[in-house]
């Protein structure tokens, strides 16, 4: 049983398109991240949200408490968005539970 | 650049063997959390520690231990190697008034052959 569930598990898309990213998690969290993986490995931390929404550039990310789910959206998506996009859950006991990541690759 | 150092980058190394993993978190970061990220699992929460002392243990096992030190730094230990530890290591380490913000290393590579 996964605590994080995480939806497309791949996605491609037209440069200039509007993506959406979805996570749904069964546990009570804390807080929610989103989190960025380019190819080189690295993971950069995107947004952490525990209501409401949060803007970065053409980053969105919304999530709703009671329905335990949560949405990265991409406006204008580029080539350079491609990566693996990973939903986190920090739940009880300091406990991080990760969904398997949704592959984005745009294409020019 | 997150802020956090990991060394080394690659290890490679054979089954049964030990090797020690280093994180160095952010300056003023007290948290340091480590993960595993392998090919068929995913990334996992394995240990995190706050000023030097224990937080909390996800799915570490028992042939892994961890330690943060005085200075702050850690260092995962990993014994008995065996090939499904092949995996990429993170290091993470969140500031202490904002614990759920983490900032990630660049990971450290480990092969077991």
């Known amino acids: 049983k996964n605590e994080v569930e995480q939806s497309p598990q791949n996605l491609t898309a037209q440069e200039g398109e509007f993506i959406t990213i979805n996570c749904s998690y069964s546990?009570?969290?804390?807080?929610l991240h989103w989190l960025q993986q380019h190819p080189g490995g690295g993971i950069v931390s995107l947004f952490m949200?525990?209501?409401g929404k949060k803007k970065h550039g053409r980053l969105i990310a919304t999530i709703n408490i009671q329905e335990k789910h949560s949405s990265l959206h991409i406006t204008a998506s580029h080539p350079r968005d491609s990566a693996v996009y990973i939903c986190?859950?920090?739940?009880?006991?300091?406990?991080?539970?990760f969904g398997t990541g949704t592959s984005l690759t745009v294409i020019p | 650049d997150s802020g956090v150092t990991q060394t080394p980058k690659h290890l490679i190394t054979a089954t049964g063997q030990r090797v020690t993993l280093r994180c160095s978190p952010r300056s003023g970061d007290l948290s340091v959390y480590w993960y595993q990220q392998s090919l068929d699992q995913g990334l996992q929460f394995l240990i995190q520690?706050?000023?030097?002392?224990?937080?909390a243990k996800g799915n570490i096992l028992e042939r892994f231990s961890a330690q943060q030190f005085p200075d702050l730094h850690s260092e995962l230990n990993l014994s008995s190697l065996e090939l499904g530890d092949s995996a990429l290591y993170f290091c993470?380490?969140?500031?202490?008034?904002?614990?759920?913000?983490?900032?990630f290393g660049p990971g450290t590579r480990l092969t077991v052959l």
């Open positions: 949200l525990s209501s």
């Open positions: 546990v009570g969290i804390s807080a």
């Open positions: 520690y706050y000023n030097g002392e224990e937080r």
């Open positions: 986190a859950v920090s739940g009880p006991g300091n406990q991080f539970y």
């Open positions: 993470a380490s969140s500031p202490r008034d904002r614990y759920n913000e983490q900032f």
